[in-house]
């Protein structure tokens, strides 16, 4: 992804919404590789968003980091920030961040490179006809990221460690 973006469907963004708000989990996973450092705004690397400022779930690159920004019944349209882990350019990594209420967890090519207890929340105010499932920049065009992206999944619940090691493996 160099200067552009990927929208697969709007049926996508409905479609991940209701899975989620079902659940109030959530995981994320793919292989990233960052073309640069430093990258802004955070840079959007897989998002769920209707712009730059109300959004359900972004993963992104800030400077050098791999960062979430998670909306929960307990943050704001902007949703909540996270450093998960430092990045380095032209390395592939294993991402896995998963969500469910009260806890947040980054597996970096299966092992855990971050954690925090996070408030619990309910995904009950996620959104999904005005959103944009969207890869590699933000609706509009103002967060672009330049890195390389493969075998994204989105899940509707938590991932644990021994199959987050299990799918770094495969």
């Not at 960062?67 to 990045?87: C, E, I, P, Y």
């Not at 996070?118 to 990221?145: K, L, M, Q």
Request: proline content about 3%; hydrophobic content about 35%.
């Amino acid at each position: 992804i160099l200067g552009g973006a990927f929208v697969p469907g709007e049926s996508f963004s409905r479609e991940i919404r209701d899975a989620c708000r079902k659940t109030d989990e959530l995981a994320i996973e793919a292989i990233v590789t960052t073309s640069r450092i430093p990258q802004f705004g955070p840079a959007r690397i897989i998002s769920l968003s209707k712009n730059s400022a109300k959004r359900n779930f972004t993963l992104g690159q800030e400077n050098d980091r791999l960062v979430l920004r998670l909306q929960t019944s307990k943050t704001s349209r902007n949703g909540m920030d996270f450093k998960l882990a430092q990045l380095e350019a032209g390395k592939a990594y294993h991402v896995v961040v998963t969500y469910k209420s009260g806890l947040l967890v980054c597996y970096l090519n299966g092992k855990i490179a971050s954690q925090t207890n996070f408030a619990s929340g309910t995904f009950d105010e996620w959104h999904g006809s005005s959103y944009s499932f969207i890869f590699g920049n933000e609706v509009g065009g103002v967060r672009p990221w330049e890195g390389y992206l493969d075998g994204v999944a989105i899940y509707s619940r938590f991932v644990r460690p021994e199959e987050a090691a299990k799918k770094f493996e495969l």
